[in-house]
């Protein structure tokens, strides 16, 4: 399995999905964008600089957080410890790879930087690293979203960038990588698209899980600090994939490492309900890629409803896709309710608020600690939840 993971790399077919399903006008800019990908990604001196950055300016690398209380909470048989990206710069681990696509951009002399964003933490670090860098940003979202997301539109403004409201279809993250693709067709000479998921024709799956890696890496430096060992279980929330893609990349090759990919499970299984594309999915093809989709018999895309932005998507990555057919990841689903239950439980135990995105996978602990996972649990904390406050007066109300 990790053989295949690095021949996607290289390939962008990740098994039977991945591959670039793009209209004829694109397929020169992606070819371009893979060229220097390729070069950027072999030259040690952006990779160093792009290292540098993240540190010194990103605060990498972020700490694993013993939560004590929370693992009594759950019922947790080992030790629970959560990958603290929401202590990253902007608050999520949505600047890993908006840093490094903005460098690469700037090395390929794109001086326009062109985003799509649900939750708002990949516009607001691509606002951030366009400012860092000294680049134009025009971010695209839907209306439902920047409804729901308020802080972190006005966020992305403050730092500099043009927020474009969509207001086709549902208005939410699927429509606004549309109209993101749409500008990018009519304006690559001099501009590049920073996808915020590990989503998409290649290399953009590729790029973002490289960009995306260090979280594992970190993490599993850490675990084998703090206990000596690999973990028994690795949890991530999977909207694209981004999150749990860096942070699986580390621990696919330890089979004794369980690793756990938790999806929307919205209000019901109902079609429009929910964001469980491993749940109710089909192969399909979305956005330039072949991978999972939520879609009825006639092909049509179903829309989908998650209570987190970031997660309310109708496909994933092909990564995870190929992962999840070879049984390395087990995909799970936490339904709208209990993810806003384990928020206010991180909250009440420890702390820590955490994103709603990111509660979907606490959400999941209890169960794993019924099954007796034999060893600590890690969860990727993805964000921090100072972005869904409203959101969650709303569900109180």
């Known amino acids: 399995m990790l053989s295949m993971l690095e021949a996607g790399m290289r390939s962008g077919w ?24 390729e070069q950027a990604w072999g030259d040690d001196a952006f990779r160093a600089e792009l290292r540098r950055d993240l540190a010194e300016y990103g605060g990498r690398p972020t700490p694993l957080t013993s939560v004590p209380r929370l693992a009594a909470a759950v ?23 908006a840093l490094g696509q903005c460098l690469l951009a700037a090395r390929l002399g794109k001086r326009r930087i062109i985003a799509e964003t649900g939750a708002g933490q990949h516009g607001v670090a691509t606002a951030t690293a366009c400012a860092r860098l000294g680049l134009a940003c ?26 474009v409201p969509v207001a086709s279809g549902s208005r939410t993250l699927k429509d606004a990588v ?10 690559f000479v001099d501009s590049h698209y920073c996808l915020g998921s590990a989503l998409g ?28 060992r690999l973990p028994g279980a690795v949890v991530a929330c999977v909207g694209g994939g981004s999150n749990a893609g860096g942070i699986f990349a580390a621990f696919v090759g330890d089979a004794a490492v369980r690793l756990v990919g938790v999806e929307a ?20 093809v979305l956005h330039g890629a072949y991978t999972y989709l939520l ?46 239950a384990a928020l206010r439980q991180l909250a009440a135990t420890e ?4 994103a709603l995105e990111s509660a979907h996978a606490l959400a999941h602990l209890p169960v794993l600690a019924r099954e007796g996972v034999e060893g600590p649990l890690v969860v990727c904390l993805s964000g921090r939840g100072d972005k869904d406050l409203e959101q969650l007066a709303l569900e109180v109300a």
């Open 14 to 37: 990740w098994g039977r999905y991945g591959g670039v399903f793009m209209p004829e006008v694109l397929l020169e800019p992606l070819a371009e964008l893979q060229r220097g990908w």
């Open 75 to 97: 019922g947790a048989r080992f030790e629970v410890a959560l990958k603290r990206e929401d202590l990253l710069h902007t608050g999520a681990h949505k600047l890993n790879n």
């Open 138 to 163: 025009d971010v695209y979202m839907g209306e439902v979203d920047m409804h729901r997301q308020r802080p972190n539109v006005d966020r992305m403004r403050l730092l500099g960038a043009r927020v």
């Open 178 to 187: 549309n109209e993101a693709l749409r500008d990018w067709s009519s304006s």
């Open 201 to 228: 024709p290649h290399p953009y799956p590729a790029m973002v899980v490289s960009f995306q890696a260090v979280i594992g890496e970190e993490t599993r430096a850490q675990a084998l600090a703090l206990w000596g």
């Open 265 to 284: 499970g919205g209000r019901s299984r109902e079609p429009g309900e929910h964001a469980a594309r491993f749940q109710d999915g089909v192969p399909g």
């Open 295 to 340: 879609q009825d018999t006639d092909g049509q895309v179903r829309p989908t409803h998650s209570v987190a932005a970031g997660l309310d998507y109708p496909a994933v990555s092909p990564v995870l896709a190929m992962l999840r057919d070879g049984g390395r990841v087990e995909p799970a689903a936490a339904g709208d309710a209990a993810a806003v």
């Open 351 to 354: 702390g820590i608020v955490a």
